[in-house]
């Protein structure tokens, strides 16, 4: 409103920010990473960690 007669000098949206999508669901066969306890997904990739260190020199790109 203007100070000046009261007339209207714009319109405001209700919100500055459209709203956010919902979150899709998980994908088919993955549990979200919540379901799993820490010391699972530490465990699985020392796991991992380990298989890449003894596979190496196999994995590693020969010069």
């Known amino acids: ?4 007669d009261g007339s209207a000098i714009g319109a405001i949206s209700r919100t500055l920010r459209p ?3 919902r979150p899709s669901p998980p994908p088919q066969g993955r549990l979200p ?6 010391a ?5 990739l ?3 960690a380990d298989g890449v260190e ?5 994995l ?4």
């Open 33 to 38: 990473r919540r379901r799993h306890p820490r």
């Open 54 to 58: 003894k596979r190496l020199e196999e």
């Open 60 to 63: 590693s790109p020969s010069s």
């Open 19 to 21: 709203r956010p999508p």
């Open 40 to 44: 699972d997904r530490a465990r699985i």
């Open 1 to 4: 409103m203007s100070p000046i």
């Open 46 to 48: 020392h796991a991992i």
